[in-house]
């Protein structure tokens, strides 16, 4: 940011009202009169609020001092924080240069890793900022060797020991050695830019993960009841089983529909309606205070038995929807095909689960599993949610920093995805998933006669069980007892 004579200067009270107050694009830069820490003279602050194009609302800062020179910039968001973390993982290789041009957004919940350095830069050590690969590689060496001098006249242990690993991480810096960098953040308010988007990057593997209580803690949620400071309220009775008579199948569809998005009651209970509904305690996601949760099982035909949960917080006023499989982990994976061809297909029921992946071979897409997470929607809904969540994910697909032919290329992609909708030519839609829990339903009464949807099971690999956790899993003693009961039935 550089300075012009227009800038307005004003006193750090006006600037928080004026940003907060401002939600347009065009806003204005704010210049605040501040002390520099390192001489303790007065410098200058400004703050801009902005939006990156399709990632997140960003309040930028930049510090500066004309007596010591001192700079420093951060990047703090003004959104919300996101429903799930998020963990980015960069496998770079030696000799790769281009990987380190990639654009990087840090939180400051965000913490950063090299595994094979035994390296973290914890979120405190480097704030929200706005930066690159080789330039947050940068940042932690300089920061490393800032003191180095003072320590080898009082640790020359300590300071030969950071010497050593200061070369190593300049050596990643410099593209000289393989490493990984993993950016973590339990905001899920972080992002490194993929260069191949809308098509995967090999290098580049992105999931998202439910925050901890202690994360909420960290981010600023209360973790239990007895930090709000109120008295809790009355536990509602526990696994309450409320009979389906006596509610009715108008009054239970009304219970589920609620206490969520009425997207999952009306595709559900077009196959059938709950035989009861119960209602249990549970806590909000959100503020970690106590609330009610409703659940009923319920079988979709050709698919298997599902359960339904819908949670909603009175304080808070959050909502969230569940789709649990029921029954046992399926020992083969299923790849569902689909052949869109006419108006009829879109309006097909999809039950995508959280560890499908989405694959659309015109257009070259695919979407790993936990990419959407789990839904339950239709064809075109499925499209409208893919669309939209590439333009929130590559934050920098229309920034001003990006090429013009790369703008065209994202513009040419969505032009693509839109016309899948309009059916100007068949298309194929691929629901990959390895727990097969996902569905898409027929259009004829019996699964076999719907030629244009086909099903393929196969074998997981040992790398997919181990990602599922599926590896670790030791039946032996429940088999055992359960051996034990049969026998003692038969005698």
Not at 119 to 134: D, H, N
Not at 372 to 382: A, D, R, S
Request: with cysteine.
């Amino acid at each position: 940011m550089s300075d012009t004579g227009n800038d307005e200067q004003m006193d750090v009270g006006s600037v928080v009202e004026a940003v907060s107050a401002d939600h347009s694009f065009g806003a204005p830069l704010y210049v605040v009169e501040s002390m520099c820490m390192r001489c303790g003279k007065n410098g200058t602050t400004r703050f801009l609020l902005t939006l990156i194009p399709h990632f997140r609302k960003v309040l930028l800062s930049a510090f500066e001092c004309p007596h010591c020179g001192e700079r420093n910039n951060e990047v703090q968001f003004a959104g919300e924080i996101q429903p799930r973390g998020c963990s980015y993982r960069l496998e770079v290789s030696a000799g790769d240069d281009k990987i380190f041009d990639r654009q990087v957004v840090k939180s400051e919940s965000a913490t950063i890793k090299i595994p094979e350095l035994d390296f973290e830069i914890p979120p405190e050590a480097q704030r929200g900022s706005l930066s690159t690969v080789e330039g947050i590689l940068a940042r932690a060496a300089d920061e490393l060797s800032a003191l180095q001098e003072e320590r080898r006249k009082v640790d020359p242990k300590t300071a030969e020991a950071i010497d050593q690993f200061l070369s190593k991480l300049r050596a990643c810096a410099k593209a000289e050695s393989s490493f990984t960098f993993i950016l973590d953040d339990p905001a899920g308010n972080s992002f490194i830019e993929n260069p191949h988007a809308p098509s995967p990057d090999p290098f580049l593997h992105i999931k998202f993960y439910e925050r901890t209580p202690e994360q909420q803690a960290a981010l600023g949620y209360l973790s239990n009841s007895s930090q709000t400071g109120q008295p809790e309220r009355d536990h509602p009775p526990s696994a309450a089983a409320i009979p389906h008579g006596a509610i009715g199948a108008a009054a239970g569809h009304r219970a589920i529909a609620q206490s969520n998005s009425t997207d999952i009651s009306d595709n559900l209970f077009r196959y059938t309606a709950p035989e009861e509904v119960m209602t249990f305690p549970s806590t909000c996601g959100a503020c970690m205070k106590l609330c009610e949760t409703r659940m009923f099982v319920t079988k979709i035909p050709y698919f298997q038995e599902v359960i339904v949960m819908a949670s909603t917080c009175d304080d808070c006023g959050y909502r969230n929807s569940e789709l649990k499989p029921g029954g046992a982990i399926p020992i083969k994976g299923k790849k569902i095909i689909l052949s869109v061809r006419n108006i009829a297909d879109l309006s097909r029921d999809v039950i995508k689960s959280d560890t499908a992946g989405v694959k659309i071979p015109e257009l070259d897409l695919e979407l790993a599993g936990g990419t959407l997470g789990g839904m339950v929607t239709t064809v075109e809904g499925l499209v409208t949610q893919i669309k939209e969540s590439l333009a929130r994910v590559h934050g920098f697909s229309f920034g001003d920093s990006l090429d013009e032919s790369k703008k065209n290329k994202w513009r040419e992609f969505g032009s693509r995805l839109t016309k899948l909708l309009s059916l100007e030519e068949p298309w194929t839609l691929i629901l990959d998933d390895e727990l097969a829990n996902s569905f898409i339903s027929p259009v004829t009464d019996d699964i076999k006669d719907d030629h244009q949807l086909t099903y393929e099971e196969y074998e997981r690999s040992w790398e997919q069980n181990e990602e599922l956790g599926l590896n670790d899993i030791d039946t032996s003693s429940a088999d055992a007892a359960y051996e034990s009961t049969e026998t003692t039935k038969l005698t």
